[in-house]
């Protein structure tokens, strides 16, 4: 089955404790996207990737780190999380050439 | 990428057509137009794309006019299922993924 699969779906972690939220597609998608989500504020691009070692920055980059060494994979780093980064965060592909993204099932993240 | 505004929430009763509005006054000429539908702590989910004139799919019909400067997402004989929020995003097909989503519309079907 076609899928972007995050994991963990729900975590609850204290400021400062580095995570990391990981993403895997299966459709061999070139391009890989997080965004955040918060209330009132609908999506917001935080990193985007155009293929493996290619990422540029969204609308909401400060805080986040991430990496895309294999094009399948795109994990979400939060070095030091700080309160303002719990959020409801959706990773999401789509194949070049095509304006349709698929996104996850979002992680839920609290910061204590 | 082209800013667009939408009407922050609608209501509607089972079995009525609803249409939502989107402008975007500043599209270009690369770029095509895309509606999303979320459901409460679910990831967005593809409705319909056009470029121009009309498209239909099983789901929704989109209308886009000449100038291209706003588009409907026409949702026929909506059910409580179809209680979202929906999201109307402008950008090119191709190029970088630089994606602007919006505070999107509201829908509210009652019974």
């Known amino acids: 089955e076609a899928q972007v699969t995050q994991n963990p779906r729900y975590l609850i972690t204290v400021t400062g404790k580095k995570l990391t939220v990981t993403c895997s597609q299966n459709?061999?998608?070139?391009?890989m996207s997080w965004y955040r989500q918060d209330p009132g504020l609908g999506l917001r691009q935080i990193y985007y990737s155009m293929n493996v070692e290619a990422t540029d920055k969204g609308d909401v980059p400060e805080g986040y780190k991430v990496s895309r060494k294999e094009k399948r994979n795109f994990p979400l780093i939060l070095e030091s999380p700080s309160p303002n980064q719990t959020s409801l965060y959706f990773c999401?592909?789509?194949?070049?050439?095509?304006?349709?993204?698929?996104f996850g099932p979002g992680t839920r993240l609290t910061v204590l | 990428l082209a800013k667009t505004t939408q009407p922050v929430s609608m209501d509607s009763y089972e079995g009525q057509e609803v249409n939502i509005t989107c402008s975007h006054n500043?599209?270009?000429?690369?770029?095509?137009i895309t509606w999303y539908q979320q459901f409460p702590s679910q990831g967005p989910r593809f409705i319909i794309q056009g470029y121009k004139t009309k498209v239909t799919n099983e789901v929704a019909s989109l209308f886009i006019p000449a100038d291209r400067k706003s588009s409907t997402l026409s949702l026929p004989r909506v059910s409580l299922s179809d209680t979202a929020v929906y999201y109307c995003l402008v950008g090119p097909y191709t190029g970088g993924f630089k994606t602007i989503f919006g505070a999107g519309t509201r829908l509210f079907v009652k019974a």
């Open positions: 999401a592909s789509r194949r070049g050439g095509s304006d349709t993204q698929y």
């Open positions: 500043n599209i270009a000429t690369n770029d095509y």
């Open positions: 459709m061999n998608h070139e391009y």
